[in-house]
């Protein structure tokens, strides 16, 4: 297949400007480029070259081999609580499967651990944010909560707890 590939290359590079040569070329060279990356695990970037080729070849079905590659990717971060990476993955691959969704649960239980935090519930939102583990700036509005909750106990005069608390930051 490769060296069927390299000969219509060559011959569409010779043919020169006769009709559509130059685009077969190009399209061929970016066909071989976008080959070498899945041959690298190199996804995204075979994913944007299938991308631009359309219905080249059979870029249509390596376009959705790539997304399923991305996915897993994405899903074994997600497992091992890398969920900005996950995001990102999930966000780009957001026609394949249910990725979509699963970009928009970040999404809410993000703004659900902040609603939780504006209501002053800083226990709660505490353990919400630290769920969401790296998603967006959720380490930081952990540590929020809880300067937050520190700041409640020391108003309410429980300075020792407050104590205990600021110590931990």
């Known amino acids: 297949d490769a060296g069927k590939l390299d000969s219509?290359?060559?011959?569409?590079?010779?043919?020169?400007?006769?009709?559509?040569?130059?685009?077969?070329?190009?399209?061929?060279?970016?066909?071989?480029?976008?080959?070498?990356?899945?041959?690298?695990?190199?996804?995204?970037?075979a994913r944007a070259v299938y991308i631009q080729l359309g219905d080249y070849l059979q870029s249509t079905e390596k376009l959705e081999s790539c997304n399923a590659a991305i996915y897993s990717e994405a899903a074994e971060l997600?497992?091992?609580?890398?969920?900005?990476?996950a995001n990102e993955l999930y966000v780009l691959i957001?026609?394949?499967s249910d990725s979509a969704d699963i970009a928009s649960q970040f999404k809410v239980d993000y703004q659900a651990a902040t609603d939780i935090l504006e209501k002053g519930n800083y226990d709660?939102?505490?353990?919400?944010?630290?769920?969401?583990?790296?998603?967006?700036?959720?380490?930081?509005?952990?540590?929020?909560?809880?300067?937050?909750k520190a700041e409640s106990l020391k108003e309410a005069g429980s300075f020792d707890d407050a104590v205990v608390i600021y110590s931990g930051l």
């Open 78 to 85: 997600k497992a091992n609580g890398d969920y900005a990476k």
């Open 8 to 45: 219509a290359l060559e011959k569409f590079t010779a043919a020169g400007e006769f009709e559509d040569a130059t685009t077969k070329a190009a399209q061929i060279t970016a066909y071989q480029e976008a080959e070498s990356n899945v041959s690298e695990g190199k996804y995204q970037e």
């Open 124 to 148: 709660d939102a505490y353990v919400a944010f630290v769920a969401l583990k790296n998603y967006s700036d959720s380490p930081t509005k952990a540590k929020e909560s809880l300067y937050l």
């Open 94 to 96: 957001s026609g394949y």
